[in-house]
C-alpha cells in the first residue's frame, strides 16, 4: 500500500513539472497582433506632440532612426515593395527625403535647379508625385527589344520550300550620366546582362549619349568602321501604371554616314554632332542615310534581379523546344 501510495505521489510530481516546463520554439512575433486593433502611428520626424505606443515587436526592437537609416538605402522600387508592410512604414517612406535623393539623381542631367523649378511649377512640390509621373528612364536593368524575320532556307531531305524563323533582341542600358549601351545579340538576357557595362569587351556593344526631353528619347551612337556609321534611334516612354516607366515604343531608327573630319574617337559624343540633322541627311555620299522600317518592336523592362525569370525569352525557349522535339523525332 505505502508503495503504491508513492508512485502516485511521484506520477503527480512529474505531471506537474512537465506543465510548467518552458519549451524552445520558434518566435512569431506576428500572432501578437491577433485580435489587437492597430491604430495609425507617427512616422520618423513627425510634427505631432502626442506620445505614440507601437504594439509590434520589430518596432520595439528597432527604434525610428535605424528604420530610417535601412529606408535611405533603398531603391525606391524596394521603397515601393517595403510600405505594402504596415501602416507605420508606409507613412515613414512617405517622408519628402527619400524621394528627392531618387528625383536628382533620375534626372540629374537637367540639373539640380532645374529640377526644383520643375518641382515647383507642375507637381507642387512633392516629390514623391515628381518621381510617379514625370518620365523618366530606368537605370536598374535592361530594356529589351525581341524581334523576329522569317528567311527562306536552303532545300534539304524531302522538304521542298524550308524557312527559318530567326528571332534577335535589342538590348539597351541607360546610365543616369546621360550615356547609354547598345547590343544587339540573340543571346538570352541574363547571358547578356552580365556584361552590360563600360568595362566589358567592347567588340559587339556600342556606346553613346541620350537625351530626354519630356516623355521623348534621342539617342545616338557610332559604328566604327573604314566607313563610319551614326546609329540614331527617337523612343517614347510609357509604363503599364504609374511611375513603371517600362516600355519604349521605338518611332525611328535612321542610319547615316559621317566623314572622318567629323569625329576622331568612338566615345565622342555624337549626339551633339548629329543634333538638328535631318532625318534623310547623311554627310558620306558612300554611306546613305537610311530609315528602317524593321525590327521596331517597342522595348520591355527587364530589372537586373529578374532577368533569370523574365518571360521576354519565352519565345526563345519554344523555339527551342520546338527544334528539340524535331531532332528527337
Known amino acids: 500500500m505505502t508503495s503504491d501510495y508513492g508512485n502516485l505521489v511521484a506520477e503527480l510530481e512529474a505531471a506537474s513539472r512537465l506543465r510548467s516546463a518552458h519549451f524552445l ?3 512569431r512575433p506576428w500572432l501578437d497582433l491577433y485580435g489587437v486593433h492597430v491604430r495609425p502611428v507617427a512616422p520618423f520626424g ?3 506632440s502626442k506620445p505614440v505606443v507601437d504594439g509590434a515587436l520589430i518596432h520595439r526592437c528597432l527604434p525610428d532612426e535605424l528604420i530610417f537609416e535601412i529606408f535611405s538605402k533603398m531603391t525606391p522600387y524596394t521603397l ?3 510600405a505594402c508592410v504596415c501602416r507605420k512604414w508606409r507613412y515613414t517612406i512617405r517622408n519628402p527625403a527619400f524621394w528627392r535623393n531618387a528625383c536628382l539623381k533620375a ?5 539640380v535647379a532645374e529640377n526644383y523649378k520643375t518641382l515647383q511649377s507642375k507637381y507642387d512640390g512633392s516629390w514623391r508625385r515628381m518621381w510617379l509621373c514625370r518620365p523618366r528612364v530606368r537605370t536598374d536593368g535592361l530594356y529589351v527589344s525581341r524581334n523576329t524575320y522569317i528567311r527562306a532556307g536552303v532545300a534539304e531531305w524531302k522538304m521542298t520550300k524550308p524557312v527559318h524563323i530567326v528571332c534577335y533582341y535589342r538590348y539597351l542600358r541607360f546610365y543616369p550620366s546621360g550615356r547609354f549601351l547598345y547590343k544587339n545579340s540573340s543571346q538570352k538576357v541574363k547571358d547578356v546582362a552580365k556584361g552590360m557595362n563600360f568595362r566589358a569587351p567592347r567588340h559587339d556593344l556600342y556606346a553613346g549619349s541620350y537625351t530626354l526631353s519630356e516623355d521623348k528619347v534621342e539617342a545616338a551612337f557610332l559604328y566604327p568602321g573604314l566607313r563610319p556609321t551614326v ?3 527617337r523612343l517614347r516612354l510609357r509604363g503599364t501604371v504609374a511611375g513603371a516607366n517600362n516600355r519604349m515604343d521605338l518611332l525611328a531608327l535612321v542610319t547615316s554616314g559621317l566623314n572622318g573630319s567629323e ?3 568612338s566615345d565622342e559624343d555624337i549626339l551633339n554632332i548629329v543634333e538638328g540633322w535631318a532625318e534623310d541627311e547623311t554627310h558620306n555620299p558612300d554611306v546613305p542615310a537610311i530609315t528602317h522600317k524593321r525590327g ?11 532577368v533569370s525569370i523574365s518571360l521576354v525569352q519565352l519565345f526563345y525557349l519554344v523555339v527551342s523546344m520546338f527544334d528539340d522535339l524535331l531532332l528527337c523525332s
Open 25 to 27: 520554439v520558434t518566435q
Open 46 to 48: 513627425s510634427a505631432s
Open 80 to 82: 515601393g515593395r517595403a
Open 107 to 111: 534626372w540629374q542631367i537637367a540639373g
Open 231 to 233: 546609329w540614331r534611334i
Open 263 to 265: 569625329v576622331t574617337d
Open 296 to 306: 521596331l518592336t517597342p522595348f520591355v523592362f527587364v530589372p537586373f534581379e529578374e
